[in-house]
Nanobody, 120 residues
Framework: QLQLVESGGGSVQAGGSLRLSCAVH????????MGWFRQVPGKEREFVSD???????SYADSVKGRFTISQDNGKNTLFLQMNSLKPEDTAMYYC??????????????WGQGTQVTVSS
């Protein structure tokens, strides 16, 4: 069982930066995938980025070149560095994790979310 706790959200002007963190509590298996999703009220949850146990990352086209996913050495904290933020990045951001290779259905554990608001 995992518990994921996000932090680091807030309000920022367009062009600014934020760094989201996700503290991962519980046992982490050797093959895993961790990622970030976001959701705007009234819309479906959207994939942002993920990283696997081999440290291979992938990104949605909308954030490629602006966002960077990473982990600490102990794999207990997941980060999302968000630069050059745009108003359309405004959303609730969720941390997610699962056992196995990265694919959209792997994520069985979710955090409560942290709000990111980007003003123009």
């Amino acid at each position: 069982q995992l518990q994921l706790v996000e932090s680091g959200g807030g309000s920022v002007q367009a062009g600014g930066s934020l760094r989201l963190s996700c503290a991962v509590h519980g046992y982490i298996y050797s093959v895993y995938c961790m990622g970030w999703f976001r959701q705007v009220p009234g819309k479906e949850r959207e994939f942002v980025s993920d990283i696997n146990s081999d440290a291979i990352a992938s990104y949605a086209d909308s954030v490629k070149g602006r966002f960077t996913i990473s982990q600490d050495n102990g794999k207990n904290t997941l980060f999302l560095q968000m630069n050059s933020l745009k108003p359309e990045d405004t959303a609730m951001y969720y941390c997610a994790a699962g056992w196995g290779h990265c694919w959209r259905g792997v994520f069985g554990y979710w955090g409560q979310g942290t709000q990111v608001t980007v003003s123009s």
